[in-house]
Nanobody, 122 residues
Framework: QLQLVESGGGLVQPGGSLRLSCAASGFTLDYYAIGWFRQAPGKEREGVSCISSRGSGTNYADSVKGRFSIFRGNANNTVYLQMNSLKPEDTAVYYC???????????????WGQGTQVTVSS
């Protein structure tokens, strides 16, 4: 019914780029804040970035500021995460999630995608 699906992950060399997509079905993404999270093996899920509902407000974790960019696609029901200058420590499963407002708290998000693997290695 209400689903989010991530895509765009893969294997990339350090310094490379990837663009992740979060596609929605069953609801309109413009009415929700969309957060990107990531989880590395043995670690808790952490917030990466978020874009506010309808507006253009965004926020980023300190570890990705200046390298990652979140934005909404106007032609389809999709939110993107552009990742540049990737580092090995960016390796994780990346998830998108929907909430009424941006928040770093994982438990506040109701709708989650299945995740997409990003591996940064030479």
């Amino acid at each position: 019914q209400l689903q989010l699906v991530e895509s765009g992950g893969g294997l990339v060399q350090p310094g490379g780029s990837l663009r992740l997509s979060c596609a929605a079905s069953g609801f309109t993404l413009d009415y929700y804040a969309i957060g990107w999270f990531r989880q590395a093996p043995g670690k808790e899920r952490e917030g990466v970035s978020c874009i506010s509902s309808r507006g253009s407000g965004t926020n980023y974790a300190d570890s990705v500021k200046g390298r990652f960019s979140i934005f909404r696609g106007n032609a389809n029901n999709t939110v993107y995460l552009q990742m540049n200058s990737l580092k090995p420590e960016d390796t994780a499963v990346y998830y998108c999630a929907a909430n009424t407002v941006c928040t770093p708290h994982v438990r506040w998000y109701t709708y989650w995608g299945q995740g997409t693997q990003v591996t940064v290695s030479s």
